[in-house]
Each structure stands twice: as C-alpha cells, then as structure tokens.
C-alpha cells in the first residue's frame, strides 16, 4: 500500500512532464518511420520493418532511464524526500514506487512502436506479443540504470547521463542501424560485453520465430539489469540515512 501510494504519485510527476513524455515517447517513432523510408529507397535487410522494429522498440526504451532518473533526482533535491524520511517507507518501497508507473509506459512504448510498423506495412504476427515480453527485462534494465544515476547525480548531471551518453551508447552499440560483425574488433568485443545487442537479439529471435535463440542472449539483459537495480537499492540506501542526519 505505501509503495502503490508513492507510486501513484510519481505517475502523476511523470505525466505532468508532458513535453519529455511526447519526445521520449515519439522520438523512436519518427526514427521507425524514417528508417522505412530509407528502406523503401535504398532496400537494406537490416531495416526492414521486422528486423528493425524490435531494435527501435529497444533504443526507446533508453528514454525511460531519463524519467526515472529525473524523478529520483529532483525529489533528492527538494525538501520533499526529507519529509519522505520520517514516514515508515523502506528503501525497497521508494524504489518500487519509482519503477511501478514506467513500465507501463514502457510497455505503451513498445506498443506504439510495433503499431506504427503494422501501419508502415509490417505484416502481424503473433510473434510481436511475444517480443513485447522480451522487451520488459530491457525496460527493467534501464529504469534500473536511470535510478542508479537519479541516486547519485543531480538532475542536470542525469540529463547528460541517460539523456546524452546512455541513448547514444544504446543507437551505436546494440546493432540497431548496422550489423556490428561488419565492424569488428574492439567495438563489437565492447558491444558484446554490454546488454544492449542482446536485448535487440533477443527481440528480433522472439519476432523471427527462433524461439532457442531467445535466452542466451535475454540472460545478459537481465543479470544487467539485476546487477544495476541491485545497486541502485544500496546507493539509494546509503543516500537515505546521510541525507536524514
């Protein structure tokens, strides 16, 4: 009940924030949509619609960290979260409570995305359910990262993080615009070492039907995403008891 409280009030944050809800919403979809159109000029396997929409779907999903990082941060920065302090909420119910209303917009996220490509031409399956629940350990991952930095940093330093570094780490080192084999080297041993290729594999195994294929690369999704909300509680933690002395 006090973590579906505070919950509930940070939903109503988040949809007060309506301009950064419109881009991080929209953004992917104007990106699906021009990518088509590349497509439809200069035909390229890797952006066709069924290919390249769960890769979107992902890189979407990297706008979450933003609002969640946010909403931490500028609560850390008012007289809000000290008045927090003194009610009988644990650590896990403020973390819960900021997690609870974004995966419902990640979820709306992924729909809209999967909606445009259907109204783009891509033909429905019933694949594309499936690839939806693959995509929520990714939404995990990074509204676990966007809590970690909402912990840590102020909400102009968040900003940069998941705004600028996480995003452009996301569209260049998850295989979404090219095929990272025909790159090689340091960059795609660096890509493998990092969640965000697999969450994409994982995506576009589930939306081809390669059913096998499909956890060895969503375990790397979610033990990042384990490890990253693990910390997030302990930094979240620790900022709690020295912000209340």
């Keep these: 009940m006090k973590a ?3 919950a509930l ?3 109503k944050e988040i949809l007060r924030d309506r301009l950064n809800l419109i881009f991080g919403i929209g953004f992917p979809v104007v990106v699906l949509v021009l ?10 396997d890797l952006f066709r619609l069924d290919s390249l929409t769960p890769g979107v779907a992902v890189f979407g999903l990297s706008f979450i960290s933003l609002f969640s990082g946010f909403t931490i941060a500028k609560d850390r920065s008012s007289s809000l979260m000290l008045r927090l302090f003194v009610s009988p909420m644990t650590a896990k ?8 209303p974004l995966l419902p917009m990640a979820l709306a996220q992924s729909i809209l995305c999967f909606g445009v490509a259907l109204l783009l031409g891509m033909e429905f399956r019933m694949q594309i359910v499936l690839v939806l629940l693959v995509l929520l350990p990714a939404a995990v991952l990074f509204i676990a ?3 970690l930095c909402g912990s840590l940093f102020t909400d102009k330093q968040v900003g940069g993080i998941c705004g600028a570094l996480l995003t452009n780490l996301t569209a260049w080192l998850s295989g979404i615009w090219f095929d990272l084999d ?3 080297g340091g960059f795609k041993a660096a890509a493998d070492c990092l969640p965000f290729a697999h969450a994409v594999n994982a995506g576009r195994f589930a939306m081809a039907g390669e059913y096998g294929r499909i956890m060895p ?4 999704v979610i033990g990042y995403a384990a490890v990253f909300y693990l910390l997030a509680v302990i930094v979240f933690t620790r900022k709690m008891k020295s912000d209340a002395r």
């Excluded at 990518?35 to 390229?44: D, E, F, K």
């Excluded at 119910?93 to 609870?100: A, E, H, K, M, R």
């Design 145 to 147: 990262i966007g809590l």
């Design 9 to 11: 009030r940070n939903t």
């Design 4 to 6: 579906g409280s505070f």
């Design 93 to 100: 119910d403020y973390i819960l409570g900021y997690t609870v």
């Design 35 to 44: 990518l088509t159109a590349i497509q439809s000029n200069i035909p390229v």
């Design 182 to 184: 025909l790159v090689g």
């Design 217 to 220: 690369e969503l375990a790397w």
